[in-house]
């Protein structure tokens, strides 16, 4: 019997990507089918990393391409490629670095940092080449958050080789500086300071670089959205009005520079207590919620108010590393892949297809 490429199309169209509700063969990441005979091969090539979905993906197409008549043996690859996507106008991207993610907050003390480490360990943990930037200059907590110890090396006397924790590549000023030193840096001296950090970082070919950015909307933070090539941002608050009004003028920040929002986080949303089970909502219930909904803007989810999340971050094992299966890891994954699929699904970078214009004097 002579199969179809059509049929197989066809039948291969049925299975829907349940991250996007859009299935693999008009959206054009299904690639290179191919017939002989009864056998079927082809390969799906997804825009964001998916390493805990594919073995269910790879055998969903795969029992779709069997229920064509005559299909034999079927071969599916399924393969994750991040690409670059466009920035700001004007700002070049960074060498070695596709995607920068910028977690903020309009204030300190939501849970910012925890939450930037946990989504980049997320996004190693389905695959991709991470790297983790610390730029809350005067309060760095990744060299503790990520137990990361010692200085950074430099092989040419110009750069610094990124340190490497749980898979994930960090730079943090908390590196060059001893811990019980305070960094007195007034605004100018402390954008420089961060530029040099990020731009003379020898990062290693990452999809992502996930940004910790310092708590506010001052001119540290609107110089850093102006001048770094993000992606995005994502925005970390918890339910409380005050926080909430914070949030707020971070989402404006960006908005007004021309990075797109991610998502919303929602950070302490509810305690659990762990000696009785008795269920409060601390900081207000549901606020991050019901601004992201008035605002338009993608709801991530919410996190608890949990002793272990503050104890597995003091102990340099956040809680994707520490509990991977569990409840609250399981959280930060959706929230990381949610952050990924729509990166995938903004404009592609094309600035390296443009044609370098010189113009010289006629002698």
């Given at each position: 019997?002579?199969?179809?490429?059509?049929?197989?199309?066809?039948?291969?169209?049925?299975?829907?990507?349940?991250?996007?509700?859009?299935?693999?063969?008009?959206?054009?990441?299904?690639?290179?089918?191919?017939?002989?005979?009864?056998?079927?091969?082809?390969?799906?090539?997804?825009?964001?990393?998916?390493?805990?979905?594919?073995?269910?993906?790879?055998?969903?197409?795969?029992?779709?391409?069997?229920?064509?008549?005559?299909?034999?043996?079927?071969?599916?690859?399924?393969?994750?490629?991040?690409?670059?996507?466009?920035?700001?106008?004007?700002?070049?991207?960074?060498?070695?670095?596709?995607?920068?993610?910028?977690?903020?907050?309009?204030?300190?003390?939501?849970?910012?940092?925890?939450?930037?480490?946990?989504?980049?360990l997320a996004l190693h943990a389905e695959g991709a080449r991470v790297g983790l930037l610390d730029a809350d200059i005067?309060?760095?907590?990744?060299?503790?958050?990520?137990?990361?110890?010692?200085?950074?090396?430099?092989?040419?006397?110009?750069?610094?080789?990124?340190?490497?924790?749980?898979?994930?590549?960090?730079?943090?000023?908390?590196?060059?500086?001893?811990?019980?030193?305070?960094?007195?840096?007034?605004?100018?001296?402390?954008?420089?300071?961060?530029?040099?950090?990020?731009?003379?970082?020898?990062?290693?070919?990452?999809?992502?670089?996930?940004?910790?950015?310092?708590?506010?909307?001052?001119?540290?933070?609107?110089?850093?959205?102006?001048?770094?090539?993000?992606?995005?941002?994502?925005?970390?608050?918890?339910?409380?009005?005050?926080?909430?009004?914070?949030?707020?003028?971070?989402?404006?920040?960006?908005?007004?520079?021309?990075?797109?929002?991610?998502?919303?986080?929602?950070?302490?949303?509810?305690?659990?207590?762990?000696?009785?089970?008795?269920?409060?909502?601390?900081?207000?219930?549901?606020?991050?919620?019901?601004?992201?909904?008035?605002?338009?803007?993608?709801?991530?989810?919410?996190?608890?108010?949990?002793?272990?999340?503050?104890?597995?971050?003091?102990?340099?094992?956040?809680?994707?590393v520490a509990e991977p299966e569990g409840e609250v890891a399981a959280i930060y994954k959706g929230m990381a892949r949610?952050?990924?699929?729509?990166?995938?699904?903004?404009?592609?970078?094309?600035?390296?297809?443009?044609?370098?214009?010189?113009?010289?004097?006629?002698?």
């Amino acid at each position: 019997m002579s199969i179809s490429e059509q049929a197989v199309l066809a039948a291969l169209a049925t299975v829907i990507d349940s991250n996007t509700g859009q299935d693999l063969v008009s959206t054009r990441q299904l690639k290179n089918l191919h017939l002989e005979g009864a056998d079927v091969s082809f390969d799906v090539e997804l825009g964001y990393p998916a390493k805990s979905q594919v073995p269910a993906l790879r055998q969903a197409l795969i029992a779709a391409a069997r229920t064509v008549p005559g299909v034999g043996n079927v071969s599916a690859n399924v393969t994750s490629n991040v690409i670059a996507h466009a920035v700001q106008r004007g700002v070049q991207l960074l060498p070695h670095v596709k995607n920068i993610i910028a977690v903020a907050s309009g204030k300190g003390g939501v849970g910012k940092s925890t939450t930037a480490a946990n989504l980049a360990l997320a996004l190693h943990a389905e695959g991709a080449r991470v790297g983790l930037l610390d730029a809350d200059i005067y309060g760095p907590s990744m060299p503790i958050m990520m137990g990361i110890q010692g200085r950074p090396e430099s092989l040419d006397g110009k750069t610094m080789e990124p340190l490497q924790s749980h898979g994930v590549q960090v730079a943090s000023v908390g590196f060059l500086v001893n811990p019980d030193d305070a960094l007195i840096f007034r605004g100018p001296m402390a954008i420089q300071a961060l530029n040099q950090l990020l731009g003379q970082t020898n990062w290693k070919d990452l999809d992502y670089l996930v940004i910790d950015m310092p708590p506010g909307t001052g001119d540290i933070q609107l110089s850093l959205s102006q001048q770094v090539p993000l992606t995005g941002a994502v925005i970390v608050t918890t339910p409380q009005d005050i926080a909430l009004a914070d949030a707020r003028k971070g989402v404006a920040m960006f908005e007004k520079v021309g990075v797109p929002i991610l998502g919303l986080v929602e950070n302490m949303a509810v305690h659990v207590c762990s000696q009785c089970g008795h269920v409060e909502h601390i900081f207000g219930a549901e606020g991050g919620k019901r601004y992201a909904a008035e605002k338009g803007l993608d709801y991530l989810g919410a996190l608890p108010l949990a002793l272990s999340i503050r104890e597995q971050a003091d102990s340099g094992t956040p809680t994707v590393v520490a509990e991977p299966e569990g409840e609250v890891a399981a959280i930060y994954k959706g929230m990381a892949r949610q952050v990924a699929i729509r990166i995938a699904a903004q404009a592609k970078d094309y600035s390296s297809k443009f044609p370098t214009i010189k113009v010289s004097k006629d002698t």
